[in-house]
Nanobody, 127 residues
Framework: QVQLVESGGGLVKAEDSLRLNCAAS????????VGWFRQAPGKEREFVAT????????AYADSVLGRFTISRDNAKNTVYLQMDSLKPEDTAVYYC????????????????????WGQGTQVTVSS
């Protein structure tokens, strides 16, 4: 069992930056791949970024590529999402999710591939 807690959200202006944190507790987090997803009002949850448990592989949605960076510190049981050049369309509740992986290279973009989810943190970007 893994418990995930997101933090770092807030209200910012366009072009500002935020860093979201996903802190994990429970079993050996270093063997879990982690993804970030977001859901805006009236829209479906969408993939944002993912990182393999070894940190060797990452993947991003086209809409955030070049602006967001996912990273992890397994010693601190934490995954980060650095968000730069934020846009109003980035406004959403951001969720982190995790699943135990068999290899250090695998990444998953589909939300159905994840087993554990956090409660989410609100990010609001004003124009």
């Amino acid at each position: 069992q893994v418990q995930l807690v997101e933090s770092g959200g807030g209200l910012v202006k366009a072009e500002d930056s935020l860093r979201l944190n996903c802190a994990a507790s429970g079993r050996t987090f270093s063997r879990y791949l982690v993804g970030w997803f977001r859901q805006a009002p009236g829209k479906e949850r969408e993939f944002v970024a993912t990182i393999s448990w070894g940190g060797y592989n990452t993947a991003y949605a086209d809409s955030v590529l070049g602006r967001f960076t996912i990273s992890r510190d397994n010693a601190k049981n934490t995954v980060y999402l650095q968000m730069d050049s934020l846009k109003p369309e980035d406004t959403a509740v951001y969720y982190c999710a995790a699943v135990e992986a068999q290899t250090p290279l695998i990444v998953i973009k589909n939300s159905r591939g994840y087993r554990y989810w956090g409660q989410g943190t609100q990010v609001t970007v004003s124009s």
